[in-house]
């Protein structure tokens, strides 16, 4: 009962954050953060006791010479993109390129980062240097092991008091910002790739794997690319830094967040895929569809979107959408088909955007761009791959985590705010299908989803056409991840005041124009906190993948891994790795959500 | 107040169709419903062509044809028909959500109160305790600690930290074991005779209390007699020996009634039970005025209620071996019953066992006289309970964060102590906020129990998949994991919806 | 300011309306909250022009009433015709009303996450289709006339609750409404900004404006309206000149409000 009266009594002094009393000299700091009263003092003992035994253990069994540490080492380039082939890797780092550019410009244009004072970027390498101290003296090194740690560890520290000392105090004290601090410690590591002996590890996979793992650093591959990567980062955010100064903010943060939407889907099939298009078919078949709806399209939808046009629109709409299923009764090809269901989706959007010549051609140029990237889309997944590698799908390890992780976001997220819109509609019917759909989904779990997916989808599907597991997969995890979107999302939609939707209605907007410009907008800022953390969530649950038996991370470093003779049993010393992995990527993602919370907070509203 | 005429010739009172509000909204959610519908339809019809294609069964009598099942644990390890064996499996994963949610909540609340803690270190240890278990996705974490407890040394009389009493070893953990004794059931009754004048006397005392004011403490009053009763039954347990033969008689009699007399009484529990928690329910919704207010979700309750009872008296009506297998169980039941209670009035209520070790074929494993836990229990238990306990702590401090500093301060200045502060106004006011998402947790802690799977530990979803490998029936095994999970998410949130409505009336 | 001239520079003396259109007509409507009947047989017209008070103690219905001829709320039975529209489930009526419709509320109910002047233009140029710089233009002239120019570019929470008010009367006068409600537009406002507001009302009033006002605010009343109509009950009690009404009503339950009131 103390503890809990001792903790309600700190809530109750402390507010929100816990007390941080930086300005206390170390002993009356000591007194009231650890001594404060007898059981406080018996915590302190018992609890920094049982801390010094765990990592000693910890540290026992991570510097133990019997781990096999070179498995992980040797098994890189497995762990993050399996059987990639080699002489088409550099399409992996111009991905990894591509998204880094993205990251540094936006990075750039949305002012991302903030400023940390000098002192305490100072004190914070001078724990860092006493925890490395503790490492040096806990794990089971030799002599002159503990001595290098040791005297890393002072330079470190000196580094710390270096900078503490040059802080200045009061009114000028200096700063410096996030990104130096980011951009200092990438250069410090790229730069330890170059004269770190972490030694050379590879890994051939011929008829009898071979493991060289020679002293030396990293090979040329791995160091290399990498020092382009940072290079290219820097760039891009000077770049972005002058589109900042240069350009209009408003369409250039929109372009921005197209390049994002459209990153995924290019960069998985035009980079990592990359498909050999027979051209003839190209030209007889995909051209002229694309050009006849394109054509077709954009004059339906100029006449649609002009203001006169009146409800005749809205049944020409309705007649296409009809149509649009009614394609599914004969045979053609499904592009036809799904592009007609898109004409008709926009063409019932169409008295939403009525308006000036302004408004009617950019709605057509947004047809136009959606019509391009679906097809070329649909061309490119009904092509092969020119990535050929003999037996099941190439790619694999962490690519694939990611893959599954963002193809599942991107999907879901416009089913997640469908269902929420349905479920918060006046419509019983919609509410009740949505509703029912969502606690059904949310009701079991996900791996029963996935296993009934993987063994369903093939038998759901009409005879002749084929879907990979990978897709299958997919698919029970967009439903999945939309249905606990949806409610995120409601949550949102539901701080939407009913004096908004008043308003909105009072000056005569439709239901469709109420829910875009108003009710969304408000709804989806409030959802950010929860949607970040289900952004978490569906990248963790991809660990799932393993007891489907795809190749994901988990699976590699718990089955293959250990599988391979030179490395058998070394089951743990991966798993910690995975975990690892896992770790840094989720827990990077929690603390910027935590950081747009405040910015959001602090912003207008 | 008059209208002049002209005006209202000049409207017109004909609508078309196409422009009536309320047609259109009707037209556009009937034919969502239609496009819905006739696209289940065609997937079904196109999965139905599929599996007539491949020969695949959809019945369900798999659940009484036997099966090669081994069973990891639990109470039954070699299940001899498919039904037994997804018992035997829904058994083991309710015991896994079960003490899992009970050590999550134990586990939880001492994080978060750590959280909280004056104590530099230990609010340190509990941040890191949350970050670390949050952000590492459950399933890596499972296969960790899995990995970590099959490099335990080989099972053997001397493993373990006490010798002879707590062995852990790669064969899982194993503790003594307090288990009921022969002259249990005897005790059992008067214990019940307890509860029974406990209540009376909690009654009574209340009465004294809410007449005089004077604090009489009617709940440990209550406690006091269940105690004094339950002392007093292990010495006289045995007047109760006459009910045996009374057990005797009931059994005879289920004996000699007919298959269909358990059938109907069934299927008219299931529906009358139903009914009942629909009314009940129903009428919960009812306003004072008699205004009846239905979400979605209640929607939901209700018809999966009725869907569900429906689906009950099919599968009673359809599988006939399930009422005589109700009878004959009802009638072994009193058969056992009336063994348990024919027993010499020396046999204690209970007993205790250390654990044991025995050969099982070439190696050493436990026996079945201490409480074991498999390697693979072992792992799911601990992987849930820690990663649970991360999030339920949050929770904890968040609530405990949400009770306004005034609140304090207001007890403060009208006298109370500093553990009545606590017990009447921080902790009622915490538990509003922390119950919700705790509830929601303990789904989540539920359903994450089917990642058992991936160490091979038999819950439902190991054991179905077994099931549907060996037998095809994939569709049937997938409907009876849907029912489950859903049942049990249902009952949990109408538990934790019921402490809540406890919480505020409290509040009040 | 652009004010036409107003018919008569002094409101408190009545105007003489009867020659003028119907602007609103109710007929005998009625809308029930379960088993509560908000709405009991109200029948009324409104002029072309005219401005009429409704008064009355809370929950009398003056809320309900003008948010019916908005179809906010929908009417059960009888008829609301809005120049010579009549409200029925007709999607084109519907629309048509609510853009020859203004409404200005009492929580403002502006759109947070747009600035002023968005929120001015949002449905000028979604709704009546207009080029966005000729919106602009227009929001910048409106916001002139409500007294604020100088706000265009702030979001609705940086601004005091008469200037997010007049923002809101701003908005729904980009419509180009013919007509103007009034749901209590001053309840939520200190009273040191009350009289921005109802400044803005009176010259909108002069102009010529037809508008239905539900406020307490007996000056306002007086001084600008042509009618004044009294509800309580769902039911309208009487109505008159405010000559008439403040100085010999003729129904008890109006004296008995007004002395509670004054």
Known sequence: MSELSSAAAAANVSGAAPPEAPKLPPRQWAKENLFSSPFSSFLTIATSMVLLVISRALLGFIFNPIRQWNSTATNMQLFFTRAYPDEQYVRVWSSLAAIIILTSVSMAVWRAGSSIPLSRLGRKLLAGAVLLVLLALLAPFSASATIQWTLVAVCVAAIGEGIRRSAGKGEDERSVSSLTVLVVTLAGLVASLWVVPFGHHTYIPSRQPRVLAESGTVALTTKLPWTIMLLIAVAAYLVGRVIRERLPLNPTRVTLLVLWLLAPPVLIYLVLRDPSFDMGHVVSTDLPIFAAYAVGGSLLLSWLTRPSTGEAGRIVAVVILIAGFCTFLTPMRMVVRLDMLLLAVFALAAPTFAGGPRNRKRYVLGWLGVLGVMSWLITAINTPSTVSVPGGFFIGGFSITLMVAVLTLVLSFPLGIALALARTSTMPIFRLLATWFIEFVRGVPLITILIFFSIMVPLFLPRGMHLGEVAAVVIGYVLFSAAYLAENVRGGLQSVTRGQHEAAEAVGMTTAQKTLFIVLPQGLRVAIPPLVGHCIGVFKETSLLAIIGVFDVLYIGRIVIPGQTEFMGSTKENLLFVSVIYWVFAYQMSKASQRLEERTGLGER | ?508 | MTDTTPTEPDGGQTRDLSAARDMIVCENVSKWYGDFQALEQVSATIKEQEVVVVLGPSGSGKSTWIRCINHLEVHQEGRIIVDDVELTNDLRNIEQVRSEVGMVFQQFNLFPHLTVRDNVTLAPIWVRKKPRAEAEAEATALLERVGIPEQADKYPGQLSGGQQQRVAIARALAMEPKIMLFDEPTSALDPEMIKEVLDVMKTLALSGMTMMVVTHEMGFAKEVADRIIFMEGGQIVEQGTPQHFFENPTEDRTKLFLSQIL
């Open chain 2, 1 to 508: 107040m008059t209208t002049a005429p002209t005006t209202r010739e000049r409207v017109s009172q004909r609508v078309p169709l196409w422009r009536d509000v309320i047609v259109l909204k009707w037209v556009t959610q009937v034919a969502l419903l239609l496009v819905v519908l006739g696209t289940m339809w065609f997937l079904a019809s196109q999965a139905g062509d599929n599996l007539r294609a491949r020969n695949i069964n959809t019945e369900f009598d798999f659940l009484e044809r036997p099966v090669d099942i081994q069973i990891s644990e639990g109470i039954d390890t070699h299940p001899d028909t498919g039904g037994r064996a997804l018992w035997a499996a829904m058994v083991n994963t309710l015991r896994l959500s079960i003490s899992g949610i009970f050590f999550a909540s134990i586990l939880g609340v001492v994080v978060g109160l750590a959280r909280l803690s004056d104590n530099w270190i230990v609010r340190r240890i509990a941040t890191g305790w949350v970050e670390v278990l949050r952000n590492v996705p459950l399933l890596v974490q499972m296969v960790l600690i899995y990995s970590a407890l099959t490099a335990l040394p080989r099972v053997g009389l001397d493993t373990g930290p006490v010798n002879g009493w707590l062995h852990i070893s790669n064969k899982g953990i194993s503790m003594p074991r307090v288990f009921i004794a022969d002259g249990f059931y005897q005790w059992a009754v008067v214990v019940l005779v307890g509860v029974l004048v406990a209540h009376f006397v909690r009654r009574h005392r209340q009465a004294v209390q809410d007449e005089t004011g004077a604090h009489t403490s009617p709940t440990l009053w209550a406690l006091g007699t269940v105690a004094v009763f339950g002392l007093i039954g292990l010495f006289i347990h045995p007047i109760f020996s006459w009910l045996g033969p009374v057990f005797d008689g009931v059994a005879d009699l289920l004996g000699s009634l007919p298959n269909a007399v358990p059938q109907v009484l069934l299927a008219a529990i299931v529906v009358g039970l139903a009914a009942i928690w629909i009314h009940r329910f129903i009428s919960s919704r009812r306003s004072a005025l008699g205004h009846l207010s239905i979400s979605d979700d209640d929607c939901f309750r209700i018809a999966f209620t009725a869907v569900a009872s429906l689906a009950v008296v099919a599968l009673i009506a359809r599988w006939t071996g399930f009422s005589a297998w109700t009878l004959n169980s009802g009638q072994d039941l009193f058969a056992v019953m009336a063994d348990k209670f024919d027993v010499d009035g020396a046999a204690r209520p209970f007993d205790a066992m250390r654990p044991d070790i025995i050969q099982k074929g070439r190696f050493p494993n436990y026996g079945t006289n201490g409480l074991s836990m498999s390697l693979g229990f072992a792992s799911v238990f601990f992987a849930v309970v820690f990663y649970t306990s991360a999030f339920i702590g949050e929770n904890v401090r968040g609530g405990i964060l949400a009770v306004p500093k005034g609140q304090t301060e207001a007890a403060k200045a009208v006298g109370l102590g500093r553990g009545q502060i606590i017990r009447h106004v921080v902790l009622p006011q915490a538990l509003r906020v922390i119950l919700p998402p705790t509830g929601n947790q303990y789904l989540n802690l539920t359903k994450n129990t089917s990642l058992a799977v991936a160490v091979g530990m038999s819950d439902m979803v190991q054991v179905g998949t077994t099931v549907f490998n060996q037998t095809g029936m994939t569709l049937p095994v997938v409907a009876i994991w849907m029912l489950f999970y859903l049942s049990c998410s249902l009952t949990i949130s109408v538990i934790v919806n019921w402490f809540n409505v406890r919480m505020r009336l409290v509040e009040r």
